[in-house]
């Protein structure tokens, strides 16, 4: 299986976001590290980690706490 993220905004509904997919958990982790600032830009508000059909969690929100 691979991984992928998932991507919605504040309310919950799925917006569009980078069709990436990986091998392992660690690189979908390396690559949100890097890329998150940018899809704050695109709209996104919030990621679940995908594999295969099965959320290995979130919602991960990418504001910082209040």
Do not use: C
């Amino acid at each position: 299986m691979s991984f992928r993220w998932r991507y919605e905004n504040a309310s919950g509904t799925e917006v569009e976001g980078p069709e990436k997919s990986f091998d392992g958990q660690a690189e979908a982790e390396e690559w949100f590290s890097a890329t998150w600032p940018q899809l704050l830009d695109l709209g996104v508000d919030q990621v679940y980690l995908v594999e295969g059909n099965i959320e290995i969690y979130g919602p991960m929100s990418l504001h910082p706490p209040a």
